[in-house]
């Protein structure tokens, strides 16, 4: 009985350590490059891109 429920507990740790893994991959954590002016971020097809406090950021248009 205790060796069962060993087996079960390494087998539940080991899968917690594999999922986190698995879930950690896949989160995407995008920083901005660093900049000086808006020319020193990088260009997309919308050119909504400027240099905010040394970050690139985008900047979304509002239209009522």
Same mark, same amino acid.
């Given at each position: 009985? =205790?060796? *069962?429920? $060993?087996?079960?507990? =390494?087998?539940?740790?080991?899968? %917690? #350590?594999?999922?986190?893994?698995? =879930?950690? @991959? %896949? #989160?995407?954590?995008? $920083? /901005?490059?660093?900049?000086? *002016?808006? $020319? @020193?971020? /990088?260009?997309? $097809?919308?050119?909504? =891109?400027? !240099?905010? +406090?040394?970050? !690139?950021?985008? #900047?979304? +248009?509002? *239209?009522?």
């Amino acid at each position: 009985m =205790v060796e *069962t429920l $060993k087996y079960v507990y =390494v087998m539940f740790l080991f899968l %917690s #350590i594999f999922q986190l893994m698995v =879930v950690y @991959d %896949s #989160i995407y954590f995008r $920083k /901005p490059p660093p900049c000086i *002016t808006d $020319k @020193d971020c /990088p260009q997309m $097809k919308i050119n909504n =891109v400027r !240099c905010r +406090k040394g970050f !690139c950021i985008q #900047i979304h +248009k509002f *239209t009522p």
